[in-house]
Structure formats: C-alpha cells, structure tokens
C-alpha cells in the first residue's frame, strides 16, 4: 500500500506542478494556479499520515516505510527549487519572459552552488532521518527495526558522498576556459600567398 501511495505522490506532485504552471502562464489564473501549486505540500502530509497509520495498524517496519521517508525529506528539500526552476522555464517558453539563468559553470560562483545544494540534502537527510527516527521510537524494542536504520543509513551516505563532491568543487574549482586568442603575426596576407 505504501509503495503505490509513495508512486500516486510522485505523480500527483508532477500533475499539480503541470496544472499549475498551465493555468498560470495559458489562462492567467494566478490565484488559481497559486492554490494548485500549494496543495503539492498536501501530498505529503498524506503520505506521511499514511505510514504512521500502517505501522500504527502493526505493519511490520520495512524498506517502503524508509522509502517514504526519503521521499518525504526529498520533497522538504528540493521540492520548492524545483517548482521555482520549472517555473522560471514555463515564464520562458509560454509568457516569452527571458530564459532563466543556469547554474554557476566555472570557481567559486560553481563551487557556492554546489554547497548550496549540498545543503539541500543535507536538509533532505535530516528530515528524513527524523521521521525514521520517530517510526523508530514508535515501534520501539519488540519490532524488527533493521530496516528503518538501513534507511537512515542511506539517508547519511547520500548526505556525505553530495558534501565531498561539493568539496570537490571549492577544492580543485573548474576554470573557465580562456578565449581562443588570434595571432596575428603568424598570419599570410592574401596578396603574399597567392605568390
């Protein structure tokens, strides 16, 4: 059950996001779109209210409550940068606004962009790691837990391995390439080389 209500939440989340930015940018409905686009907390809190019912209900804790968990932290982290990231291409593409800037490619602009999403899962992580934790305390020493920790886990690697790739990019930043530079003096005049 938890599996299919973690899937109906993912494709809940794009339908919404869809809907909204439509009615935005096509029909004008600002306010409109504004209620679509904040429902997309709902889908969470469903979620979540959901797996405290199934282990409350005595659904032995396993891998779809974890998953949920990160799901849910994901969602809490990125959730909003992605509608903002969305919304400034659909501005572009059905409004004609100009097209949204990217990322930071070169130093330390790049390097500070990385850390700002490091943050991110490190956010993500926390939430989830808390909700796992709070299941954790609510099944309590008679359940099988193994598998809640595992997420938490995974939840903490994933954390780590996005933090030493961000200190990847403030220790060794990329460097822009240098602008192909024309020597002149190495150059034939036309009239030389058809001699």
Known sequence: MIVGLIIACEVGFWVLLALGLTVRYLLKWRRTSAALLLCEPVLELVLFVATAIDLKNGAEPGWEHGLAALY?????AYGHYT???LDGHAAHRLAGA????GPPRYGMP?????GRLWL???LAAAVACALLQGAVWYVGDDGDISSLRSFQGAALRAAGIHGL???AYLILPKKEPAAPTTDHSLTIPKEDARR
């Open 120 to 122: 991110r899962t490190v």
């Open 98 to 101: 100009p097209k949204p800037a």
């Open 83 to 85: 509608i903002r990231w």
């Open 72 to 76: 849910i932290g994901y969602t809490v």
């Open 165 to 167: 790739v961000a200190l």
């Open 110 to 114: 790049r390097a500070r962009h990385e």
